[in-house]
């Protein structure tokens, strides 16, 4: 599996934005081109129940896992499946986190055998929040904070670009995605049509497949030629 999505907000925006503590002591870096293991922003409750803004290693490692290598397995968590997950229930039930994010990418193939990547951003909010989950796995070099993820079956007219997509959360879901819930299956419910419309689809260079490119430049539009179906390169 390849990823990639999008995260350039300082740690002074995203604070203000998720009303937040910041823990990230000035290592949130912008990162146009986030891949698996990646450090990235998550917004969780800590342990008096106030937000806080901390750095997680994307792929979630559960407690029993014997070793990191295969975070990189682990950075999605399907809607259907996290709350009966052996690795990922534990974390569904007691460690939901909020993922800020810029916007994600997704490649369709072309008639021609090539790759069109594309990229999914808010119209209208100055941020996404993925729904996500989170762990503490204690290794050699002391506790490591890893994420998943967490993905459900693509609608509207985003279904024409992949059949999966990030479980979107309102700014009116933060606080329920956060807390504790008597009933988790009503977490899990995607976003409305009308609040998915505002997102766009920008098909963008080829760049963003390298994971050593990085910049403003990979989620620049550029024309796009007819796509015939989804390609095998996905984050979802």
Known sequence: MCGRYATTRSS??????????????????????????????????????????????????????????????????????????????????????????????????????????????????PV?????IWSVWEGPSGPLLTLSVVTTAALGELAEVHDRMPLLLPRQRWATWLGPSDDPASLLAPPPLEWLAGVEIRPVGPGVGNVRNDGPELIARVPSMPAAEPADVTLF
């Not at 937040?20 to 912008?30: I, K």
């Not at 069109?116 to 909010?125: A, K, L, N």
């Not at 996404?128 to 996500?132: I, N």
């Open 12 to 125: 002074g925006e995203l604070s203000g934005l998720f009303e937040a503590t910041d823990e990230t002591e000035g290592a949130l870096v912008a990162d146009y081109n986030v891949a698996p293991t990646d450090p990235v922003p998550m917004v969780r409750l800590d342990a008096q129940g106030h937000r806080a803004l901390s750095l997680g290693r994307w792929g979630l490692l559960p407690a029993w896992s014997r070793s990191p290598a295969n975070a990189a397995r682990m950075i999605n968590a399907r809607a259907e499946t996290v709350a009966t997950s052996r690795a990922y229930a534990p974390a569904f039930a007691r460690r939901r986190c909020l993922v800020p994010a810029d916007g994600w990418y997704e490649w369709v193939r072309r008639p021609d055998g090539s790759k069109q990547p594309y990229y999914m951003t808010s119209t209208d909010d």
């Open 128 to 132: 996404l929040a993925f729904a996500g």
